[in-house]
Every structure is written in structure tokens, then in C-alpha cells.
């Protein structure tokens, strides 16, 4: 095995290991997505004849601020107790703890995802399950998590670490939350393929080059 | 009992090379033009008063501090030619224990292994446990840890891959009589085995114990590079005094 994936998996398999004895970023994460769709359900009257246009707003919403809550959870404990320095003694370039952070973060968003695809069931009649939508979610998430994951670690040194990174991030990630609501309104809709093409490349434009930059710039970041 | 850490194999060249090296942090000059040269199979101590740049120079050796000018060589690596495989060859204790308070020591340290690739990771768990005198709290979460327990788990990590440079940031810190003891067996365990410690501290007495070398920073600049037979307690007491005298 590589050098860095031998430290990506390392680190993917201890925060795992953490979240599952202490369950506190799963928790946060999944009672804040089902409080807003519960919230959403009280301000819009959502029927079937609205759903396709206001659910992938209510869905997405959802999980962008879910995801902040994800991402900003990856370096906090890791800067609280100092034990970053732990993973820059790692015996591989930065970009490997990148990438163990990333898939970390990563996994948590798509279960918090799959786990809220019965709830809007339950809450707007959304039948959300399709290959389309699991194709624009994780196409979304993945991008959505390569550009949260540098940008917590750049606030995680700040004191207002909280309220500083979606102030940093969300603007940036923009293109991309914009491109998983209309992908998964085409996809409610029943465009299939044609109707989610031209987002799905979007998507991967911006997951391939926010891959990358990120997964560069994270050396420049955690450093002093 | 044969006290000799197990280490890698004595390479060519030195262990550890400071050229030049300084650091800035906004307008404080943490280090100024720091050179250090220092062989295989020596234990080096870093004295100074607080603020003298102890931490940050044996930080900027880990790699965890980015020098401004100047060249850090560990093991004979460059640090921007193959910083990974300079990172391999290193073994650091800082000020906080790098441990997971919801992890047990064990699991801390398998995950340490699984970043270093430490091959037999279970045994040789066991055998830095029992070296650092904690195979009875393997188990426990590393919270229910006094500070002391935790630092002596920090040390078991820093052995775990077999390091052939040792860093220690005032390793005393936190540690019992017995843990003073046992990490003088540790230092000079490590450095007989063939591989370089260098490790910082306030203790005079110790260093003198302990070391091979002494070295003295201060405001950033090192003053002194001496073997053991060269220093004497007196002597670095003044100089360290003239410090004191000087912030005044």
C-alpha cells in the first residue's frame, strides 16, 4: 500500500472509530437537518403540485448547513487537543492528511443525505431515492467537502472559528449547492439524463479542480 | 537488563543539520541564524530561559514549523526534497501528549502504528508500553490519564516507529520520580542504540546527566555548543543568569 493512502485510511479509520464511540458530530448533524426540514415543513405549504419546485431548495438547504456543521467539526477537536501535530508527523505529504479529513467528513455528510431521504419522504412526500439524485448528491458532497475541508482548517486557527468558516467557504461552494438544486429538481422531475447533464459536468469540473487546489494548498495551511 | 532502546540502523552523515535557520512570527524573531550540527548516537540538551526559542527550533526540526531562511536536514533529508521520509526517521514529544482522550492508549498507539507502518504493531505496542511502565492503563481511555500518565503514553508514541531522531520538548514536564528515572533510561537508552536525542529542558542538573552535548539558546541565538566535559553547572547557570539580568 502507499505511503499516502496507508495514511489516508489511517486517519479515515480513527475519526470513524471516534464518531462512532462519541457520536457528538453524527448526532449535531442529524437532529439539525431533520430541525430544519421540520421548519421548512411549517413555512412552506408543500404540496404535490409545488413540490418539484420548492423540495430540492428545502432539501439542499438542509444539507449545506448540516455539512457546516460536518466540516467544522473535522479540525476543532483535532486543534483543541493539539493532536494536528500528530497527523503532520505523519510519514506522507500533507495531502495525505487532507485526504484522510476529506473522506472522513465526506462519509458522515452522505449518511446524514441518505439518512434524510426518508424523512422529506415523511415530511413533503419527496421521493428523493434515485440514481440521478444519489449521483447529484455525491457529486455535491464531494465537492462541497474538498473545498469545507481546507477552509476549516484555515479557521480552525481563528477565534471566531465558528461563524468565520461558512463566511469563507459557503460563498465559494456556491456554484456547486446551486448546480445539486436544479440537478435534483430535474431529477424530481423525471428529466433524467438530459435534464442533469449539464449539472453533473459542473459538478465534476468543480469537484476535479477544488480536488486538487485544495489538496495543495492544505500544506501552505496547517503549517506555521 | 540490557537498557538500550531499539532503533534504526546508524546512517551516514549526521543526524540533525541547522543551517542558517530563522523564524519569524509577526515581529518577533522567534530564532535568528541558528546553526546546528549534531552526529549519530548522541543526546543533545537545549537549555534556555522561557522565550528563548527552545520549542520552536525543535519544532522547526519536526517539520511542524516552516523556517524562514535557513535549511533543516534530518536523517540527511532535506525538508523540501522528501519531507515524508524526514518525518519517518522522527520520534517528537511537544507539549500536549498528541493523544485522543476517547481513544485508550492502545488504540492511540495502533493508530499511531498504522501512520508509521510499524511493522508487528501489536507487540511492539506492548513493548513501548511496558518501556514507558504503562501496559497496566492500555486499556483505559486516555482521559481518566493523569497528566503524567499521559505524557509517558506521549514518549511510547514518539519510540513506537523506532525513530532515529528523537525530539523532546521539556520531557520532564508532568512526570513522577519514577517517570524522571525511567525517561533518563529512555534518553540514554536511545542514544547508546545508535540513534540522536535532543531534547529541551530547564534542569541543568539533568542535562549534564544525561547529555552528551549541551547547547544554550538565547533571544533566539545559540549561544553555546558544548560536549558534557566542557559545560559545567556553574557556568550555564551564569549564562542563563546574564539572561535574566538582561530582560530586566
Given amino acids: 500500500m502507499s505511503r499516502y493512502l496507508r495514511v489516508v485510511l489511517a486517519i ?65 477537536f483535532e486543534k483543541d487537543r493539539g493532536t494536528l501535530e500528530g497527523l503532520l508527523l505523519a510519514p506522507a505529504g500533507r495531502e495525505a492528511v487532507y485526504g484522510g479529513k476529506l473522506l472522513g467528513t465526506l462519509t458522515l455528510m452522505l449518511i446524514v443525505e441518505a439518512l434524510m431521504v426518508p424523512v422529506f419522504l415523511v415530511f413533503y412526500d419527496i421521493a428523493l431515492l434515485s440514481w440521478w439524485f444519489v449521483g447529484t448528491a455525491v457529486l455535491a458532497t464531494v465537492g462541497f467537502a474538498a473545498v469545507g475541508t481546507v477552509f476549516a482548517a484555515i ?13 469563507l467557504f459557503l460563498p465559494i461552494v456556491m456554484p456547486v449547492v446551486v448546480a445539486a438544486v436544479s440537478s435534483t429538481a430535474s431529477a424530481l422531475a423525471g428529466e433524467g439524463w438530459s435534464g442533469v447533464a449539464r449539472w453533473f459536468s459542473l459538478m465534476v469540473a468543480f469537484d476535479v479542480v477544488f480536488l486538487v487546489v485544495s489538496s495543495l494548498a492544505f500544506e501552505f495551511v496547517v503549517e506555521e | 537488563m540490557d537498557r538500550r532502546q531499539e532503533t534504526r540502523p546508524a546512517q551516514p552523515g549526521l543526524a540533525i543539520e541547522v543551517a542558517g535557520l530563522t523564524k519569524i512570527f509577526g515581529r518577533t524573531t522567534a530564532l535568528r541564524n541558528i546553526s546546528l550540527q549534531v552526529p549519530w548516537g548522541v543526546a543533545v540538551a537545549l537549555l534556555g530561559p522561557n522565550g528563548a526559542g527552545k520549542s520552536t527550533l525543535l519544532r522547526a526540526i519536526a517539520m511542524l514549523a516552516r523556517p524562514d531562511e535557513g535549511t533543516v536536514r534530518v536523517a540527511g533529508v532535506t525538508r523540501g526534497h522528501d519531507a515524508a521520509r524526514a518525518r519517518a526517521a522522527l520520534g517528537y514529544v511537544g507539549h500536549q501528549p498528541l493523544l485522543y482522550d476517547d481513544l485508550t492508549p492502545e488504540e492511540n498507539l495502533r493508530f499511531y502504528a498504522r501512520l508509521h507502518d510499524v511493522r508487528d504493531a501489536g507487540a511492539r505496542i506492548r513493548q513501548v508500553l511496558a518501556d514507558v511502565g504503562m501496559s497496566h492503563r492500555a486499556t483505559s481511555r486516555v482521559r481518566t490519564l493523569s497528566n503524567g500518565m499521559q505524557k509517558r503514553i506521549a ?52 542535562a549534564l546527566a544525561l547529555a552528551d552535548r549541551v547547547a544554550l539558546l538565547r533571544g533566539g541565538r545559540l549561544v553555546l555548543d558544548a560536549s558534557r566535559a566542557a559545560a559545567d553547572a556553574a557556568s550555564l547557570r551564569a549564562l542563563l543568569a546574564d539572561e535574566a539580568e538582561a530582560r530586566r
Wanted: charged share 20%.
Fill in chain 1, 155 to 167: 479557521a480552525v486557527h481563528t477565534r471566531a472559528r465558528e461563524v468565520l468558516l461558512p463566511l
Fill in chain 1, 12 to 76: 479515515y479509520r480513527k475519526d470513524a472509530q471516534l464518531e462512532a464511540r462519541t457520536r457528538e458530530t453524527f448526532t449535531a448533524m442529524a437532529v439539525f437537518a431533520i430541525a430544519v426540514a421540520l421548519i421548512f415543513n411549517f413555512a412552506f405549504q408543500v404540496n404535490p403540485r409545488n413540490v418539484a419546485l420548492v423540495g430540492p431548495g428545502i432539501a439542499w438547504a438542509a444539507f449545506t448547513f448540516t455539512g457546516v456543521i460536518g466540516i467544522n467539526r473535522a479540525f476543532i
Fill in chain 2, 155 to 206: 514518549i511510547a508514541r514518539a519510540l513506537l516507529h523506532r525513530p532515529a531522531v528523537l525530539l523532546l520538548d521539556e520531557p520532564e514536564t508532568g512526570l513522577d520520580q519514577e517517570g524522571l528515572a525511567l525517561l533518563g533510561r529512555i534518553v540514554r537508552g536511545v542514544a547508546d542504540g545508535g540513534a540522536t536525542v535532543l531534547f529541551s529542558t530547564h534542569d541543568i542538573e539533568r
